[in-house]
Each structure stands twice: as C-alpha cells, then as structure tokens.
Nanobody, 116 residues
Framework: QVQLVESGGGLVQAGGSLKLSCAASGSIISIASMGWYRQAPGKQRELVAAITRAGSTNYADSVKGRFSISRDNARTTVYLQMNSLKPEDIAAYYC??????????WGKGTQVTVSS
C-alpha cells in the first residue's frame, strides 16, 4: 500500500508560478514511478509529468518548458514546479504512484486556479 498526500495548490495570476508537493508513505520501495495528472471540468484526466525510479522524466507537450518534475533524495516526495501558468492549466492536480506490479495509487488532489 502507498499513501499519497498533495499540497501546494491555490489561486495564481496568469504568468505566475506554483509548486505542488506529493508526499508518499507506506511501501515506498515498491514504487516504480510517480507522476502528476490533472483533470479539468468536463475533461478526462491527463498525464502532466512523471518521473521513474531511475530519474527519467516525461512531460505532456502542453507543459514542456513551463513545468518541471523533481523529487527529494529519499524518493518520498515529488514536486511539480509550474511556471508561466495559463488559464488552460486550471484543473485538479492528482499525484500518482505506480508500483512494480502495475497497480496505481492516487492522492486526493489539489486544485490549481489561474486568473486571467
């Protein structure tokens, strides 16, 4: 079992920045990758950024050059630095952890709102 707790969402003006954090607990050693997904009203949940246990990262095209995923040395906390935020970034952001068996765990989400 893996538990995930997100923090750092909020309201920011267009062009501003926010940093999301996701703290993992439980069976940390079983985690193969962690990532951030987002879901806007009326839309499907989509991958924003992910980082593997080895440190490889990938990003959605829509956030490349603006968002950056990172983690702490203990691999228990993952961050999403979001710069140059746009109104189209408005969504609930969810932390995800995928374990080696393929099972996924989700946090409860944190809301990001961008005012234009």
């Amino acid at each position: 079992q893996v538990q995930l707790v997100e923090s750092g969402g909020g309201l920011v003006q267009a062009g501003g920045s926010l940093k999301l954090s996701c703290a993992a607990s439980g069976s940390i050693i079983s985690i193969a990758s962690m990532g951030w997904y987002r879901q806007a009203p009326g839309k499907q949940r989509e991958l924003v950024a992910a980082i593997t246990r080895a440190g490889s990262t990938n990003y959605a095209d829509s956030v490349k050059g603006r968002f950056s995923i990172s983690r702490d040395n203990a691999r228990t906390t993952v961050y999403l630095q979001m710069n140059s935020l746009k109104p189209e970034d408005i969504a609930a952001y969810y932390c995800n952890a995928r374990v080696w068996s393929g099972q996924s765990y989700w946090g409860k989400g944190t809301q990001v709102t961008v005012s234009s």
